[in-house]
């Protein structure tokens, strides 16, 4: 079992900064793949970031790459999503997730691969 607490969200400008945290407990295995996703009202869930525990190798999606950065803590069994230059679109609730069991070594972009979340945390961009 794994447990995942996110925190950091709130009201950002367009062109600031704002990370998030993603507290993880329980089993948190090397080979593991962490996530972030985002859902805006009306929309599919949709792809961020992905770190592996162990090697730190990260994916971003097309739409964040260059203003977003996922890193991980090993000690603190955190890991952060660094929001730089939001955009309005940026606007959304934001999701932590663990992939406990990858299919591949780098695990992948599609939320039904993830087996356990947070509870999510709002992030709003004003213009």
């Known amino acids: 079992q794994m447990q995942l607490v996110e925190s950091g969200g709130g009201l950002v400008q367009a062109g600031g900064s704002l990370r998030l945290s993603c507290a993880a407990s329980g089993r948190t295995g090397s080979s593991s793949v962490m996530g972030w996703f985002r859902q805006a009202p009306g929309m599919d869930r949709e792809f961020i970031a992905r770190i592996r525990w162990g090697s730190g190798s990260t994916y971003y999606a097309d739409s964040v790459k260059g203003r977003f950065t996922i890193s991980r803590d090993n000690a603190k069994n955190t890991v952060y999503l660094q929001i730089n230059s939001p955009e309005p679109e940026d606007t959304a609730v934001y999701y932590c997730?663990?992939?406990?069991?990858?299919?591949?070594?780098?695990?992948?972009?599609?939320?039904?691969?993830?087996?356990?979340w947070g509870q999510g945390t709002q992030v709003t961009v004003s213009s």
């Open positions: 997730a663990a992939d406990s069991n990858p299919r591949s070594y780098y695990g992948t972009n599609y939320a039904n691969d993830y087996d356990y």
